[in-house]
């Protein structure tokens, strides 16, 4: 009886021993349905910050795009509209020019000349303005040119734009020089007229003075000899 109950205390321990060491099976069903992705946590997070900052990114590059692009086409209009607006500016200005261009010739050739009244260099300034109108013609055909090739499909849109500013800058140079030929003959005729008149008027001027020299003169003449016929007769 006695080994009995020794065996039966010493398989007792045994028993409790093997329980004690073997693992708690929650514990060991817990760490079974843990996610594989748990144990990758850290790289997780900076995995997905890379991919917010990538996806930023790229948002931001197709933003900048479509302004870019919505700026050009903004740039395209306004060409647009100033190549006409420049060209009707244009039209306007030679056609004013060639109506007081024709008014000056019919006047200086059909009144002045046949006065005598001439200016000296007229052909040299009438030449000039037909020389300035050609440079406003010809600077309109390389504006209206450049405007209608200007795309923003193109190599190199800022280019075309920095062009187009500088023509339009060199057209109205143009036009102002015309308008300085212009301005040119009028004052040629002008000063003709100016000077002839003034002439004219210093030699009526001339012409009454000695008139009334000469009246003066008779008066006394006359004055005089009637006092020596009074005198005689006394």
């Known amino acids: 009886m006695k080994y009995f ?28 349905n843990v996610p594989s992705n748990a144990t990758n946590t850290p790289n997780s997070s900076v995995s997905s910050s890379n991919n917010a900052s990538s996806s930023g990114k790229s948002n931001g590059a197709i933003a900048s795009q479509k302004g870019k692009a919505n700026a050009c086409v903004a740039h395209e209009r306004a060409i647009s509209n100033r190549s006409k607006s420049m060209a009707d500016l244009v039209k306007n200005i030679d ?7 024709s008014r000056v010739e019919g006047y200086y050739t059909q009144t002045l000349e046949p006065k005598g ?10 030449a000039q303005t037909v020389t300035a109108q050609d440079n406003v013609e010809a600077e309109l055909s390389n504006f209206t040119s450049q405007s209608s090739n200007f795309s923003c499909t ?3 849109p800022s280019s075309q734009v920095l062009a187009f500013n500088s023509l339009m800058k060199t057209e109205i140079q143009d036009l102002l020089a015309y ?18 008149n003034s002439a ?7 012409k009454s003075q000695g008139s009334t020299t000469n009246g003066s003169s008779s008066s006394s003449t006359n004055s005089s000899s009637g006092n020596t016929s009074g005198s005689s007769a006394k």
């Open 95 to 101: 056609d004013r020019f060639s109506i007081i261009l």
């Open 179 to 196: 308008k300085q030929s212009v301005v040119n003959v009028i004052v040629a005729v002008r000063s003709a007229v100016g000077s002839t």
């Open 117 to 126: 009244i001439t200016v000296s260099n007229y052909s040299t300034l009438v």
């Open 154 to 156: 193109s190599a190199n």
């Open 200 to 206: 004219n008027n210093t030699s009526n001027t001339v």
């Open 5 to 32: 109950a020794l065996a039966l205390v010493l398989s007792v321990f045994t028993f409790a021993g093997v329980v004690y060491a073997m693992p708690n099976s929650h514990a060991l069903h817990a760490s079974q």
